[in-house]
């Protein structure tokens, strides 16, 4: 079983950057692909982000290229998203959640297997 819990959120201002951790617990997190959805105030819970398992490959959606970064760091089991540049489009509860295909590609809600409970980034103008 694996257990991932967001933090890391927060209000900000239009511009400013904030940074979310994804601890992941669990044997296997090494093997699995992490992604990041967010669902905007009632909205579908929409792709963000996602990193294979190596961390060699890394997927973007259009929205958030270029100012959003995912990493990872296996020994601390922690996934990170960086966020600069945010608007206030970005405010959403944003979700980690781990794939066991290990790739990371799915772009849809049911291409992964775990996911964490949410933390609120609320962006103003």
């Known amino acids: 079983q694996v257990q991932l819990v967001e933090s890391g959120g927060g209000l900000v201002q239009a511009g400013d950057s904030l940074r979310l951790s994804c601890a992941v617990s669990?044997?296997?997190?090494?093997?699995?692909?992490i992604g990041w959805f967010r669902q905007p105030p009632g909205k579908e819970r929409e792709f963000v982000a996602a990193i294979n398992w190596s961390g060699d490959n890394t997927y973007y959606s259009d929205s958030v290229r270029g100012r959003f970064t995912i990493s990872r760091d296996d020994a601390k089991k922690v996934v990170a998203l960086q966020m600069n540049s945010l608007k206030p489009g970005d405010t959403a509860v944003y979700y980690c959640t781990a794939d066991k295909s290990a790739e990371g590609r799915g772009r849809t809600i049911y291409e992964y297997d775990y996911w964490g409970q949410g933390t609120q980034v609320t962006v103003s103008s």
């Open positions: 669990g044997r296997s997190f090494s093997t699995y692909a």
